[in-house]
DNA sequence: GTCTATACATAGATAGAC
DNA sequence: GTCTATCTATGTATAGAC
């Protein structure tokens, strides 16, 4: 029990705040470059800058009307650009989405790796792998409720994906759980299950955040909550 | 954990199923009535069935495309019913939504209620309480999914509600989760993060019923596999 | 690079024939 | 009770001035 608190100041949530901050900003910086026949701006300066500035106002608006309401008049007037210079940076409403879905994947992705590899054993891995994603979620919050709630107003292709990154997610925790089995470490189970109650577990923070935070609830609290609830069903008791 | 299976087959989700049905048609008629005034329609047989159609229509069209982006020329063309005879049953799309929010919140009272009730003992009364809103939700699972998905697209009074609502269900848990502390069956923990991470467990059921189709896992087999899950964090073992 | 003005499509909603 | 035809508002997207 003790060693758990351990492992968390290794990485707390304000050095890993800190980390996902640096890591947004290269990510914008390379969706720039990579959509530069699709963005009339010249000047990386100036469009990461407005960028970054579109992707939070529409992550705002859509989390409290939705994607589909938020109207690009609303967006020019949350973001202060005009209807005109929004067009400068996407060539349609349904690439503004794709856009920051991509963005926000990326960064997940290179977040959860490079957290959970640094466990030391599997037990470790979990611990890692539920709390990086649950202070992940925390930082970016909005960007983890569009990506569940809009997931329906996304091109074909775009849901392939969108559900792709979804699963792996999910497989994360289905192999920690198959080797702490084989390990004997972990109770046998439906190990499919497992991994899916725990992904929910883990979404219930960023979709239903606004009453953990009436309720006082930190992102660390219940992070130390979930564990514990996982490993009541999981670890072998000696 | 034999006992569970005796308490199953005293609700088997086959005769569950039966009982929503039969709730269901009531409650239209109820609505049918309550809402006369909108409702340009007079006879009672017509009006039910369309109000059924457009219901259910709604509600897989809203799934697919989500409701705001329904335009109701689609739901014309699901329904059958052009667009002038809709406006018969509702007087705006908004009000539309609100009806359906209404009549579902309704037969998820009513049936939890009902079936909670009958339990004997604490342990029984969790076990029925998640069983039922499992049942309940496989059986309603459109319903559930555009509650959940479109609770952003309601107005205010509404939004209001359906929170309202929501927190009511936790607290089903919550009550049982704390009596159940008191009696010293459970384990003493956080009531309120046990209740909300049980709400969780049964959310991803619809939400994620494509998942579990396509694993091949029954609502029963979900069932009985998050009550195991529950009890090993909460039960006190003797 | 950013703005204003505007084109064009589609949405919700209603009137009046049948 | 249901239909077709139509009104009006609003949405996305673009052109061209600054």
Redesign the interface.
Known sequence: MKSRKVEISEMSFKEFSNMVEVSMENICKDIFHENRDSIKIKKEKVAVKNLTLIFNSTLKLSN???F??MSLRDLSAASGLSMGALYSYFKSKDELAKIIQEQGRRITSDILDQEIGKGVNLADRMHRAVRAHLYLSEVMQEWFYFSF?EA??LTREEQKRAIESELATENIFFDIIVEGEKAGLFKK??P??SA??IK??L??WYL?RW??KN?G?TVEG?AD??I??IE??ILIKK
Do not use: C, P, T, W
């Open positions: 409290r009307i939705g589909q309401s709630m329906k107003n189970h439906n499919f299950l899916s109650i929910g577990m979404q219930d239903k009453k953990y309720r609830i219940y909550f979930v514990e609830f009541a069903f």
